[in-house]
């Protein structure tokens, strides 16, 4: 059975203080790892998505990168803005030619000025 | 364009009642799906679509219908609504089933009574 296991389920940070976090995952046939953002009250936005274990993508203070097992959003100096729920989430065959996503329950951030 | 959108944003619904959640997309797309979200759970697939008038089942899909008439729309029918139904519904679509990013709509919150 896919597993999608994200840590921490919450995290609080001083706005300029990186981190990161995590995401790791046990699937067969990994076709795409995708990491989304969910504000309260909307729907999941769409960050990156990452095909393949050394691959890294970058967008403003948010980095993404990809290993066999694992991967990893690293925020850097972050802002009260940043604050959302960062979710994770693998896609990989489901059997008689499906491909679905497996979802993380997600990683509350909170960005405190 | 108006990306993914859902009618209604609210709604309340006595046990046993039926009703359909709207979703709908102006992208092209040719897969849609409904997941549904309860606290502390991720996100679960409950019916999808790789194409008009093609339709299959998810995770969860016990007590839910759902068609596709066009390459737009993508109704979900709920037949006799159950507490347990109780939760926030996502629509959303993407290029092709298969390694593409998916784009959520709004959600519609859902509290069966």
């Known amino acids: 059975e896919d597993q999608v296991t994200q840590s921490p389920e919450a995290l609080r940070l001083q706005e300029g203080e990186s981190s990161s976090l995590n995401c790791s995952y046990t699937v067969s046939g990994l076709r795409g790892l995708f990491w989304y953002r969910q504000d309260p009250g909307k729907g999941p936005e769409f960050l990156f998505t990452?095909?393949?274990a050394g691959e890294e993508k970058e967008k403003e203070r948010l980095k993404a990168t990809l290993t066999k097992k694992e991967s990893f959003l690293h925020i850097t100096a972050p802002k009260p803005e940043d604050s959302a729920t960062y979710l994770c989430?693998?896609?990989?065959?489901?059997?008689?030619?499906?491909?679905?996503?497996?979802f993380g329950k997600g990683t509350k951030l909170s960005v405190i000025p | 364009n108006a990306g993914v959108t859902q009618t209604p944003k609210f709604q309340v619904l006595k046990t046993g009642q039926s009703m359909t959640l709207q979703c709908a997309q102006d992208?092209?797309?040719?897969?849609m799906s409904w997941y549904r979200q309860d606290p502390g759970m991720g996100l679960r697939l409950i019916h999808y679509s790789v194409g008009a008038g093609i339709t299959d089942q998810g995770e969860v899909p016990n007590g839910y219908n759902v068609s596709r008439s066009t390459t737009e729309d993508f109704p979900l029918r709920l037949l006799s609504a159950a507490p347990s139904q109780t939760s926030v519904y996502f629509c959303?679509?993407?290029?092709?089933?298969?390694?593409?990013?998916?784009?959520f709509g709004p959600g519609t919150r859902l509290t069966v009574t």
């Open positions: 989430a693998v896609q990989a065959p489901s059997g008689a030619g499906s491909y679905q996503l497996t």
């Open positions: 992208m092209n797309h040719e897969y």
């Open positions: 990452l095909y393949s």
């Open positions: 959303a679509s993407s290029y092709s089933m298969r390694g593409y990013e998916q784009y």
